[in-house]
């Protein structure tokens, strides 16, 4: 029974630290935002790379944020690979007041990344980018 006992605190440590070493636990995707998502996944494999085996590719997006460094320091947190065209109204069309921003599927949790942009208010929609 004292053998329990003088293992009692190191089972409640281990198992604090195993829910507070953990870091931020994600939170589950609202549906929803993906309507504001227009990219076709099911030709994106695991890498982020789209095409035929021996030719595969990037898959480019685009969205557009506010005209203000806030937004555009919020954005490169959260994606590695955006890059921001200012005074490009790309594709999809920003407006004066807004900044076009090109990301790209080939990072890491490239999914994720893209509900994490979707998400923010001030994103309106994200769409494939297609240059020429």
Known sequence: MTKYILFAPLF?????CAIACNGKK??????AVWNKVSIDFSKIDEKGLAGPPDGKVAVSYEFCIPAEEKYWSEVQKIDKTAQA??????????????????????????????????QRSYVQKIQEAFFE
């Open 85 to 118: 065209m200012k005074g490009s109204p790309g594709r999809i069309g920003c407006g004066k007041s807004q900044w076009l921003v090109v990301g790209s599927t080939h990072q890491e949790n490239y999914r994720r990344v893209i509900y994490e942009l979707a």
């Open 12 to 16: 409640s440590l281990a198992a604090f």
């Open 26 to 31: 994600s939170l589950p995707e609202d549906p």
